[in-house]
């Protein structure tokens, strides 16, 4: 009985180790999913928001006001938005 409840525990614990193998494995893979994401989620208005702002510069020309980094400002608070609502979104999994 003792070589069969040792044969049990052996079981259970490559079990426990091959689980926590996985989750820790599958943390790095999460890990670089949501900078990668959150890279881009970021970026892309920023960018977007510099094309449009030296779109309108060229317009209408920029006199008192940039254009441009008024439009990056905006991007860059549309990317923070981004991020937070990517990452609350997230938290709910």
Known sequence: MKQD???SEDIEKSARDLKKGRRERSA???YAYVLGV???LFAIPVVAGAYFGGYL???FGSGE???TITCIILGIASGIYN??????RRSRW
């Open 5 to 7: 409840q040792r044969f």
């Open 28 to 30: 790095f893979w999460r």
């Open 38 to 40: 959150g890279g881009w």
């Open 57 to 59: 510069d060229r317009k």
């Open 65 to 67: 006001i940039s254009w």
């Open 83 to 88: 991020i937070w609502h990517f990452l609350m």
